[in-house]
C-alpha cells in the first residue's frame, strides 16, 4: 500500500517557538495532502487541505496565519505552527490522496505528537 | 447537514464476530471508507465500498446501502489486536471526506 512519512514524530518546544511538521508520500504523488489534529479520546478534526502549488484551504475556526501551510511539491507538505502555546499541545496527523486508487483513498502518516511547555 | 453516525463504543469477546454500523448523510456520495486507529497512532486504511454489497478481505468484511444510507464493518475471530477506534467516512459530491467520530472497540479474553 501506499506510504505517507511524517517528521517529526514527537517534539517538545517552549512556548512562543514555532514548530515545522514534514509530511511525504513515499511511493506516490500526492496533489492534494490533508492536516489533521486530535486530542486525546477525540475524533480527528481536519484543519486544512493542501493543495500542490496553490494556497490550503482552511476549515472554519482555523487561523491559518498561525497553521501555515505549505505545499510544493507533489511528494511535500509542510505545517509550521507559528507563535506555539500550550493549548496548541495535540496529535496533528497528515493524510496524502492517492489518485491511482479508487477515488482517491487517504493514507495517514504516523502522526507528530507536539507538546508545548 | 452531513452527518455520520455510529455507536461510540462496543464490547466484543476474543473469537467471536461483532458488526460495527454506521450511517450517514451527505451531499452526494462518493463511497464509504473505513479506517481502524489504534491508541496513540494514524489511522490506517480498511476498506472502500461504493457500490452495493458485501466486500470481503480476510478476517473483515465491508457491507453498503447507497439506498439506506448505511454501512457496517463485520470482524470476525476478534484477536485481541483488533481492538482499536474503527473510523466511518464518507466521500461526498466534492471529494471530501466526512468524518464519524469512531467507535471504539473493547476486546475481551
Known amino acids: 500500500g501506499a506510504v505517507v512519512s511524517q517528521h517529526p514524530s514527537r517534539v517538545i518546544c517552549k512556548s512562543g517557538t514555532s514548530v515545522k511538521i514534514e509530511c511525504r508520500s513515499l511511493?506516490?504523488?500526492?496533489?492534494?495532502m490533508f492536516w489533521y489534529r486530535q486530542f486525546p479520546k477525540q475524533s480527528l478534526m481536519l484543519m486544512a487541505t493542501s493543495n500542490e502549488g496553490s494556497k490550503a484551504t482552511y476549515e472554519q475556526g482555523v487561523e491559518k496565519d498561525k497553521f501555515l501551510i505549505n505545499h510544493a511539491s507533489l511528494t511535500l507538505s509542510t505545517l509550521t505552527v507559528t507563535s506555539a502555546h500550550p493549548e496548541d499541545s495535540s496529535f496533528y496527523i497528515c493524510?496524502?490522496?492517492?489518485?491511482?486508487?479508487?477515488?482517491?483513498?487517504?493514507?495517514f502518516g504516523p502522526g507528530t505528537r507536539l507538546l508545548v511547555l | 447537514g452531513q452527518n455520520i453516525d455510529q455507536p461510540t463504543e462496543m464490547t466484543a469477546t476474543e473469537g467471536a464476530i461483532v458488526q460495527i454500523n454506521c450511517t450517514y448523510q451527505?451531499?452526494?456520495?462518493?463511497?464509504l471508507f473505513w479506517y481502524q486507529q489504534h491508541a496513540g497512532e494514524a489511522p490506517t486504511f480498511l476498506s472502500y465500498?461504493?457500490l452495493d454489497g458485501l466486500e470481503e478481505k480476510g478476517r473483515f468484511s465491508s457491507f453498503l446501502s447507497r439506498s439506506k444510507g448505511y454501512s457496517y464493518l463485520l470482524l470476525k475471530e476478534l484477536q485481541m489486536k483488533d481492538s482499536a477506534s474503527y473510523l466511518c467516512a464518507a466521500l461526498d459530491s466534492n471529494y471530501q471526506l466526512i468524518w464519524g467520530a469512531g467507535t471504539k472497540l473493547i476486546i475481551k479474553p
Open positions: 511511493d506516490f504523488q500526492a496533489t492534494t
Open positions: 493524510s496524502a490522496r492517492d489518485l491511482g486508487t479508487s477515488y482517491g483513498t487517504q493514507y
Open positions: 465500498n461504493v
Open positions: 451527505t451531499s452526494g456520495f462518493n463511497g
